[in-house]
């Protein structure tokens, strides 16, 4: 995201106005961002040892969890969940805003409340729904499998992460299409209609001129996934003691895991290093995913 | 573009760019895709009106023998000595605080950053939008173990606290006030002799207040659906919000196993927490648009 400021109004008077009215917002910030994450870096670096209480051991905790392999379950699973989830989450989101800014569906003002309504429900009203939607005893697919003769478990330790998946797009689909429907609107309506004189198909128009303008938003969106898939919580917590034997552990997510370790395990500063590792990792990802993007738009 | 057929022969309607001819296959594929997007909530309204032995007995899609979504409603607001009530009011508490303290920090931050000069800016805006992509977990952790030595755990404000921070609203509300507010309107008001604070409070939050609605409509849901935060910071059930309190039900009857099934009373009170979530998207949904717009086209 590039600062881009009308200049500010030159003042020599009073320039401490401007740091006044920031002063709120920013002595907050420090206090819920800065001091706590300084604090984990600090934390991380203390085992909480049976005999002597805290005790430094410098390094330890991330020498610890890259040999750590419940650590490298979870993170590979949430990685794996993302590289799936969100191309197909965003190819749906791109397709439903073409489909809506093209004035060709029947309802077009329908649609797009109804895509964009899940976002407004929580994620433990969303996990109970599909919990009992899809669960074999209560569910649907219990109907279902009673109608059909079959015995398929949505909630079955090799398919959870799939159902997790469709709540998760459910939920979320609906709030990137909006981003690139509005990407969409912002493209003047004059260069259709040149389109149309010149003779253009509306694949080209989609090609030439709607895709393209795509291109920033989809930077933004697959940033956001990326952080919302990495951080996967809500949906492995809540099924846990919703159905049994669906496979997730106590260290299922990296998010779970490290929630285990502070809060049953009492392992802070093991649970801190996990934290701050993941955390790094998503803003390198992040940043690459940004740097790329930036790239291709100065390639156009 | 025209079509030569026969039928648009006789019926002279001009398909302009502006006006396409509509599509019944594309919307037969977007009308699945609602489906899919429906079908939980037509499923959690149908489900909220039967009585438990309906919901283990009958079809997931079909009303159930009697008609008990008003007992469920009753049930839901009396059970446990009525605690549910407390957690709706809480839900709102930490709502309407959180929402309009963060909306009114970030429109006051975000038009000092657009429209102020002073040392520092540049560096706090690049770490605030870095502060977007920190993981909550990073934040929590640390977060708890420092409002438990400050004896603030098991209180609101553990929850309220954190939820007065949007970075995001920070944002957006600084690049809407470099658009909206004219710095000739400022200049004239400081000639006229107005403090800077009347200026910002008469003059400027007026002009922001398109931005100021989608900021505190997405704060509004934001801690509306909260479950990380207060799962972490609150022990004390009369503290808890909706979110903790309905999955705490739900726990009831599925771990134990000699516990009450209370589902009905899950489902029913699934619904209420929804509700208000659902009239709020409906009534204001063009700020959604224009916030989304703003944060998406402006980068």
């Not at chain 1, 390198?284 to 740097?291: L, M």
């Not at chain 2, 899919?36 to 009958?58: E, G, H, R």
């Not at chain 2, 909260?226 to 009831?252: R, V």
Request: one cysteine or more; a positive charge.
């Amino acid at each position: 995201m590039t600062l881009q400021t009308t200049s500010p109004l030159r003042r020599k008077r009073r320039p401490t106005t401007g740091l006044l009215f920031l002063a709120p917002f920013g002595l907050l910030f420090i206090f819920v961002f800065i001091i706590p994450i300084l604090y984990s870096a600090y934390i991380s670096l203390f085992q909480n040892k049976l005999i002597g209480g805290q005790s430094f051991v410098g390094l330890d905790n991330y020498v610890r969890l890259f040999k750590d392999p419940q650590f490298y379950d979870g993170a590979i699973r949430v990685v794996v969940f993302t590289a799936i989830q969100v191309p197909i989450m965003l190819l749906c989101a791109i397709l439903l805003a073409l489909a809506v800014d093209s004035l060709r569906l029947h309802g077009t003002r329908f649609f797009r409340i109804v895509v964009f309504l899940p976002y407004a429900v929580p994620a433990i009203v969303s996990t109970l729904m599909w919990g009992f939607m899809l669960g074999i005893r209560y569910g649907l697919i219990g109907n279902l499998n009673d109608a059909l003769g079959t015995r398929f478990d949505p909630f079955a330790p090799e398919t959870t992460m799939a159902s997790i998946g469709i709540m998760v797009t459910w939920g979320f689909t609906g709030y990137n299409m909006l981003i690139f429907y509005a990407a969409l609107r912002a493209i003047p309506r004059e260069l259709y209609e040149a389109a149309a004189i010149d003779g253009a198909t509306e694949m080209q128009v989609v090609r030439n001129i709607k895709l393209p303008a795509l291109r920033g938003s989809l930077t933004v969106t697959v940033i956001f996934s990326i952080i919302g898939t990495f951080q996967l919580f809500n949906e492995p917590n809540i099924l846990s003691s919703l159905v049994s034997n669906s496979g997730i552990t106590s260290y299922y997510t990296p998010n779970l895991y490290a929630y285990t370790l502070a809060f049953t395990g009492s392992q802070q500063g093991y649970a801190a290093a996990l934290a701050l590792v993941m955390a790094a990792f998503t803003i390198v990802i992040a940043y690459i995913v940004q740097i790329r993007g930036m790239k291709n738009a100065f390639d156009k | 573009m025209l079509s030569t057929s026969s039928r648009a022969a006789r019926r002279p309607t001009l398909h302009t760019v502006e006006n396409p001819r509509k599509s019944p296959l594309m919307t037969f594929f977007v009308g699945l895709f609602a489906l899919y997007c429906l079908l939980p909530m037509v499923w959690l309204l149908i489900n909220a009106t039967k009585s438990q032995t309906d919901f283990v007995s009958t079809f997931g899609l079909a009303f159930g023998g009697e008609l008990a979504l008003w007992d469920n409603i009753v049930g839901v607001f009396t059970f446990q000595d009525g605690i549910f009530a407390r957690w709706l009011l809480n839900t709102v508490m930490y709502v309407v605080v959180g929402a309009l303290v963060s909306t009114f920090l970030a429109a006051l931050g975000g038009y000092a950053l657009a429209k102020h000069n002073f040392f520092g800016k540049k560096a706090f805006l690049l770490v605030v939008l870095g502060s977007i992509s920190v993981p909550g977990i990073a934040l929590a952790i640390p977060q708890f173990l420092l409002f438990a030595q400050m004896g603030l755990t098991n209180t609101p404000w553990a929850v309220l606290i954190p939820s007065f921070i949007n970075p995001f609203g920070l944002y957006l509300m600084w690049v809407y006030s470099s658009d909206a507010v004219p710095n000739a309107l400022i200049e004239a008001a400081r000639i006229d002799g107005a403090k800077e604070f009347r200026i910002f409070w008469q003059i400027a939050l007026p002009m922001l207040a398109p931005a100021t609605v989608t900021v505190l409509l997405f704060s509004f849901v934001s801690i509306w659906n909260n479950y990380f935060l207060p799962l972490i910071m609150l022990k004390d059930p009369a503290w808890y919000p909706l979110t903790i309190g309905i999955n705490q039900w739900n726990k009831l009857g599925s771990t134990a196993g000699n516990g009450e099934l209370i589902q009905n009373l899950v489902i029913t009170a699934s619904l209420i927490t929804i509700v208000p979530l659902i009239i709020a998207f409906l009534c204001l949904q063009r700020y959604w648009q224009s916030g989304l717009a703003l944060g998406a086209v402006k980068d």
